[in-house]
Nanobody
Framework: VQLQASGGGLVQAGGSLRLSCAAS????????LGWFRQAPGKEREFVAA????????YYADSVKGRFAISRDNAKNTMYLQMNSLKPEDTAVYYC?????????????????????WGQGTQVTVSS
């Protein structure tokens, strides 16, 4: 399984970026694909996830209303549209695939429930 994240960069506060995650190597119909981020000196934290089979979406409270996750089944690609970016959004963003318990927000947001990880893409938001 390969997950290839791209689209990071440097942007001013209030700006936008779109991240992409190209997935290959297996079918993901029973999987959730998600975005996590990790800032220097901090733990990896959940950003958003999408259930591949039916498109159900889950967001961390810190990004609700600003970020939008989506998928293109035909391209096996997941996206994260990030708007109204803040300096505190600065981190390395990782895409991941796993099989969390969808009835549990704790499970959906737990990095331990994701088996496959991409290499990460840096997002830097300047103030």
């Amino acid at each position: 399984v390969q997950l290839q994240a791209s689209g990071g960069g440097l942007v001013q506060a209030g700006g936008s970026l779109r991240l992409s995650c190209a997935a290959s190597g297996r079918t993901f119909s029973n999987y959730a694909l998600g975005w996590f981020r990790q800032a220097p000196g901090k733990e990896r934290e959940f950003v958003a996830a999408i259930r591949w089979s039916d498109g159900n979406i889950y967001y961390a409270d810190s990004v609700k209303g600003r970020f939008a996750i989506s998928r293109d089944n035909a391209k096996n690609t997941m996206y994260l549209q990030m708007n109204s970016l803040k300096p505190e959004d600065t981190a390395v963003y990782y895409c991941a695939a796993g099989q969390p318990y969808y009835s549990s927000s704790y499970s959906i947001s737990s990095p331990a429930k994701y088996d496959y990880w991409g290499q990460g893409t840096q997002v830097t938001v300047s103030s």
